[in-house]
């Protein structure tokens, strides 16, 4: 069974600038998650979708940060225009059905870093 | 509002060895679960061992086991028999209404 797939894993970007992330999820796994992990830190929740539909975005910045989960399946997450801050890994991961009991199987992440 | 705390920031265990790695929560969930997470350099985080709260047997997956005290909010994690492939960043985490993370450990092992 393949794994949560992300791209690109390294990004380099000056501030103000746009970057975007994609995440394909295991395959027929209905919960995708977005988290940003920075150096030293847990990762944190940004965005949990429920197939096509946003279930919980309250830790998004959405005056620059965007995603989107079209057809229920692969994502991706947005950020415009970049801030020092945001340099960080961000993890993708998903489950099938989205409980707390579901494993959350977490991508190998994008590492960016805003100059 | 959920809080997890991980007051270690490094640990370090000989080969064979067991070491125990702390965790301390915070939630006003009445149903939860607690999870320990590795994240090995290559930075795929894998599920080691997961806890449901209302369950008091405490849960073991072969060299991992974990103790878990309720009334204090304790989660800690043991490893027996420490193995070089051991080493990696644990990450602590509990799940009310979401995932949420402590800051980790990084788990040394010498041979």
């Known amino acids: 069974e393949a794994g949560v797939a992300q791209s690109p894993r390294y990004k380099i970007i000056e501030k103000r600038q746009s970057v975007a992330f994609w995440c394909n999820p295991i395959?027929?796994?209905?919960?995708l998650y977005w988290y940003q992990q920075i150096l030293g830190q847990g990762p944190k929740l940004l965005i949990q979708f429920q197939n096509n539909g946003v279930v919980d975005d309250s830790q998004l910045p959405k005056d620059r940060f965007s995603a989107e989960r079209l057809k229920g399946v692969d994502s991706t997450l947005k950020i415009q225009p970049a801030k020092l801050e945001d340099s960080a890994v961000y993890l993708c991961a998903s489950t099938q059905f989205g409980g707390r009991a579901d494993t959350q199987y977490f991508g190998p992440g994008t590492r960016l870093t805003v100059l | 509002a959920q809080t997890v705390t991980q007051s270690q920031p490094e640990m370090s265990v000989q080969e064979a060895e067991t070491v125990t790695l702390s965790c301390t929560y915070d939630t006003s969930e009445s149903d939860y679960y607690l999870f320990w997470y590795k994240q090995p350099p290559s930075r795929q985080m894998i599920l080691v061992i997961r806890q449901e709260a209302y369950k008091q047997q405490n849960a073991t997956e072969n060299r991992f086991s974990v103790n878990f005290q309720k009334a204090a909010k304790s989660f800690s994690l043991k490893i027996s028999d420490s193995q070089l492939g051991d080493a990696a960043m644990y990450f602590c985490a509990s799940y009310g209404n979401k995932l949420v993370f402590g800051a980790g450990t990084i788990l040394r092992v010498k041979s």
């Open positions: 395959s027929g796994h209905a919960t």
